[in-house]
């Protein structure tokens, strides 16, 4: 699992926060992720599967998609859709994806590398494996989330954003046993550089064998942390968790992850991808790829983009090239 690698013995710190002062979140629940498959057939984990919408708040929707070796031929994308009323977030841990949309935005994402699409009013978009992975197979692995937009921006212009992982704030735990990527919002005051209508905190976490995450977390924001690899317990409770699952904590300002001292052969780490937003509370009515807040505004973005008012495929196909990259 590449993502960004850094030595943590030379990061900036993250403090533990203050037992005496701190209040721990604790564990509400705890849930697998079913299997499913998305797009033109490649394999995902529904990570907010069973979830209620209210703990999930601004938060709506995130595939795993892999982890999946594929054989030359194999690797699969999606077709042209749509989207509305929300942002789409992919992040690539190994592997190569390309993205491109109607309103212009668009890039090659590999290992690290991240993807922020706000779809606003409206668009068409594309993802999928450049020609050369086609060809030659090989292995994938990443997260597609869907943030919520608040009513008042639902239908902001389009917006793209390609996040390059050395862009990621690379930070320690307070030991040293974990290292954490900021890719989104804030953590002890290290912002990450994504740009968000709604705000978030977006964080994967490397924990060695053996090591304990205390972190502090904004108490105005939900968590949640999903299991990217390895296992180990969260919170003070040391509720047992392991890849494909995800844990819902409850009110508080700070949250506890632990690696177990021993992880599978093939995934040496516990890693995790911590998500925690501002709750938007706003109606949510969601189909398909259109997140919005009455059925009415459901209705008609299926009209707009029936009529071709979403945008229209473009004639010129994205390049593959390492768009974006030094």
Do not use: C
């Not at 844990?247 to 992850?257: E, K, N, Q």
């Amino acid at each position: 699992m590449p993502a960004v690698t850094a030595d943590t013995l030379t990061l900036p710190r993250v403090a533990t926060p203050d037992p005496a002062a701190a209040r721990p979140r604790p564990v509400r629940s705890v849930t697998t992720a079913p299997t499913g498959y998305e797009g033109e057939g490649f394999p995902v984990r529904r990570a907010f599967a069973g979830v209620p919408q209210s703990l999930l708040d601004p938060f709506i929707h995130m595939d795993q998609m892999g982890e999946v070796e594929y054989a030359p031929g194999e690797p699969k994308g999606t077709p042209w859709h749509p989207h509305r009323g929300f942002e789409t977030v992919t992040y690539i841990i190994d592997g190569i994806f390309e993205h491109q949309d109607s309103a212009g935005g668009g890039g090659t994402i590999t290992d690290g590398d991240t993807q922020w699409m706000t779809a606003g009013s409206g668009l068409l978009h594309i993802e999928k494996p450049p020609e050369h992975l086609v060809v030659s197979g090989g292995l994938f692995h990443g997260v597609q989330l869907w943030v919520n937009l608040p009513r008042a921006h639902k239908f902001h212009l389009p917006r793209y954003q390609d996040i390059r992982g050395r862009q990621s704030a690379l930070l320690a735990s307070a030991d040293g046993g974990t290292l954490l990527r900021v890719i989104a919002g804030e953590l002890d005051g290290h912002p990450g550089p994504g740009v968000t209508f709604t705000p978030i905190t977006m964080v994967h976490a490397t924990l060695s064998p053996g090591a304990r995450l205390d972190l502090p977390w904004n108490p105005g924001f939900n968590a949640l942390a999903y299991v990217l690899a390895g296992h180990g317990t969260a919170g003070a409770e040391r509720r047992p968790i392991t890849k494909g699952q995800l844990t819902v904590f409850g009110a508080g300002d700070s949250l506890t992850l632990a690696a177990d001292p021993t992880q599978p052969q093939a995934e040496p780490n516990l890693e995790v991808l911590l998500l925690g937003g501002q709750p938007i509370r706003e109606p949510v009515v969601h189909y398909g790829p259109f997140v919005m807040n009455t059925r009415a505004e459901i209705v008609q973005a299926m009209e707009d983009y029936q009529a071709g008012r979403l945008g229209v495929v473009p004639a010129a196909r994205l390049p593959h090239t390492s768009q974006g990259k030094e």
